[in-house]
Every structure is written in C-alpha cells, then in structure tokens.
C-alpha cells in the first residue's frame, strides 16, 4: 500500500476567465515526483480550477495505487476546509466537484492541509502552463514520463493525466466547462428552442447551424478541410434562405461567424444579409480534414481502406487515410473555440455557420459523451441546434439537428 503526497493548484485569469489546474502526486516518503497532472478547462472560476487539479490530482493518485492513502496538501483555504467537512459547500457548482473528488478513495484514506502559496510553486507551476498552452490552442504535456499512468487513469475516468497530444478530455456533467466571463453580460431574449436560466444570468449561447446543402450531400460523400471545397447547390441556397427567414423572426442573433470554406460562407452570407449583420470567419469552425477519403462514400472508403476506416471508428486519435485530421484532434481545436468565442460574447446569442464534425464535437464536449457519440448523432443539412454556456462553468445543450424551417 502507498503513501502518497497530493499537492493540487488550479486559476482563472480573469475569475471567471481562462482557467487550467495543476497536480502532483509523490511518494510520502522520499519526496520522489511519482506523476504530474494538468489541464486547460476554458473558461472558469478559480474555485471550479482548484477542485478540477484536486480531483485529478486523486485520479491519478489512484491510477497509480488504489489502496494507497493520500494527504492532499493545497493554499485554497475553501477546498481544505470544504473537503474537511468543516465548512458548508453552497455553491451549486462545487458541490458535485466535491462530491466525486470524495468518491475517489474510501472515506478515511486521504487527509487535507492547507499550505500557503509559496510551499504549492510545482502545482502553480503545472496550472500556469497548463494555461499558458490552451489559450495558444496547444495541448500541454507532463515532464514527467506517465505513459502507465495514462492508461490506467483512463480507465479509472481520469482527465490530464500526461495526456495524449491533441486530444481534450471531455466535460461531464460534474467537471464544468466554458462560461460567459462577465455576470453583468446584457441580457438574451427568450425565444423557442433556447432560454436563458435567469439566476445564473444569461448564458453565452452559440447557435449551430449546419451549412446548406453541396452537390456532395445527398450522395453522402466526405466533404471536409481538405477536398474540393465545394459550393452550395440550388437546394442548399433554398435551404439558407429558409434558415434566413426563420432566425430573423425570432429576432435573437446578434453575430454571425462562419467556418472558411466555401458552404459555410455562402450559408452565412444568405442569413447575414436578412438579418442585417456582417460575417466574421473564424478559422477554428472549420470541417475535419478526412484527407484521402475526400470525395469519396462510406462504402468506397471501406472498400478501398479497410484497415485504416477500422481503426479510425475505433480510436478517435487516429487519422484518415493520407494524414488528414483526427477526431481527438478536431476535439482539442473546437474546444479552443468555443473557449475564445464564449469569453468574447458573454451573454449574446451568436450563430456559428459551419460542418458536421465541429458541431457534434462541441454537442458531445457540452454532454460530457465519449468519442463514439459522434456516430450516433444525425445532423441534417442546414439544421440548427444550440448551446449555452453559464456564468458558473457549466454547458446546456438546449437545440438540436433542429429542420422545421425546412418543411413546406
């Protein structure tokens, strides 16, 4: 059995702003550096931070012995003495931290202490890159070597843990995510398929909508970054214009962005000009590159690449036939966006024009879903769906693959 020594740190800069944590776990006895645990969350408070690098700072400890006991050492006064039970949890969003940070080892085997500042640098330390990485849309990696620990943490719902290159764990419903970064965010209208909770005030909601249709679509072909960059067809256009109509009845978007390519911008520009906004790209909406398999059917896919089509519906950090983009990759670059878009439209609505893949992606990312999800949703052509992000860190998912406004 184990002894070991958990020292966790986590900040926002900003409060609620850009946030990450930080963990280390080494051995009671000699000191030595056993693993190191870090992660950029997007936009939190510093207290939803510090319960984030404390709970993966017990995840991994229990990736590394189960049995072992722990004292858990970190400068957070309201942790310590909230995880002490000496001091009421009341904020709605740490309770359930707590709670599953209390589930990690049996009651008994792990003890707190407050440190100051000054004895916590390595975790400080782990928080500020972890930070430091995800607001540049990189993905922080440990210096401590872990490959075992990240398979077993993985197994054991880990998050951090010297974590594969480019891919970001995914929030669950107790891990909060993305937040409007001001509380005094003016407020968004309430209109059908997405409200506001009026406590938290009003949320940064990103409407999603799907491009119109291209030549490709109805053939089901893989259409992403790195094809023909195909055009919308007379159907798609029609499709816009009733997206177009549809949105300014409800008369709530306030920006329109879009995805670079090409679908994406003649989609946007049809609903921009009825609702009288301007088009901003962002770069980060863009579709998955599914590299070789551009152009081509499922089925001509499995024909001509069997092993690699097997592989990459099995493992999302695996790549396309000819290099193209991995899932786990297209997770890490969609949750940097929707991090930087949330922290610049505090309370807004905004609608996001772009692809299949980022709008699963940020729907999955908001569930706290596995990977595998992605397969198991349809999103139509020119749908809408939407998510709101809330003041104290959490997601809801309030619309999706949505195609009324496509009926007769």
């Known amino acids: 059995m184990g002894e070991f020594i958990v020292e966790a740190d986590g900040g926002s800069r900003g409060n609620p702003g850009p946030a990450g944590y930080g963990a280390v776990v080494s051995d009671a006895a000699t000191g030595e550096t056993l693993a190191e645990a870090a992660e950029y969350i997007g936009v939190a408070t510093n207290n939803v931070a510090e319960y984030r ?5 017990l995840r991994t400890a229990h990736a590394l012995d189960p049995g072992a006991t722990v004292h858990v050492r970190m400068d957070s006064k309201l942790v310590i003495e909230q995880m002490s039970g000496r001091w009421k949890i009341k904020h709605p969003g740490m309770k359930p931290l707590a709670a599953e940070a209390g589930r990690v080892f049996p009651p008994g085997r792990v003890t707190y202490e407050w440190i100051p500042r000054e004895q916590n640098k390595h975790a400080d330390r782990l928080a500020n890159e972890a ?55 003016p407020a968004a209208t309430t209109t059908p398929g997405w409200s506001a909770a009026p406590d938290l005030g009003a949320p940064a909601t990103l409407v999603l909508l799907r491009h119109g249709e291209t030549p490709l679509t109805p053939q089901k072909r893989f259409s992403g970054s790195g094809g023909t960059n195909p055009s919308l067809s007379d159907a798609g256009r029609e499709q816009a214009h009733r997206v177009a109509e549809t949105l300014a009845r409800r008369g709530t978007i306030q920006a329109v962005l879009a995805s670079p390519l090409a679908r994406t911008r003649e989609t946007a520009a049809i609903v921009a000009a009825r609702l009288g906004l301007d088009v ?8 998955t590159d599914f590299g070789a398999w551009e152009g081509l059917t499922f089925g001509e896919v499995r024909e001509r690449y069997p092993d690699d089509l097997n592989a990459w519906l099995a493992d999302p950090q695996a790549h396309p036939t000819g290099g193209g983009e991995s899932f786990a990759e297209t997770a890490t670059r969609m949750a940097a966006t929707r991090d930087k878009l949330v922290a610049s439209h505090g309370g807004r609505t905004v609608l996001l024009v772009t692809h299949v893949t980022p709008i699963k992606t940020l729907v999955r990312l908001a569930l706290g879903a596995p990977p595998e999800s992605l397969f198991r949703m349809e999103l139509s052509a020119a749908s809408l769906s939407a998510v709101a992000y809330y003041a104290d860190g959490n997601a809801s998912v309030r619309l999706f693959n949505d195609t009324s406004h496509l009926r007769p």
């Open 53 to 57: 690098g404390l709970l993966a700072g």
């Open 280 to 287: 901003a790209i962002e770069e980060g909406l863009r579709e």
């Open 131 to 185: 930070m430091d990485a995800g607001t540049k849309g990189e993905q922080w990696s440990a210096s401590v070597p872990a490959a075992d620990v990240t398979a077993r943490a993985a197994e054991t719902g880990g998050t951090g843990v010297a974590a594969p290159p480019g891919e970001q764990p995914p929030a669950t419903p107790t891990e909060p995510r993305p937040a409007t970064t001001a509380a005094t965010a």
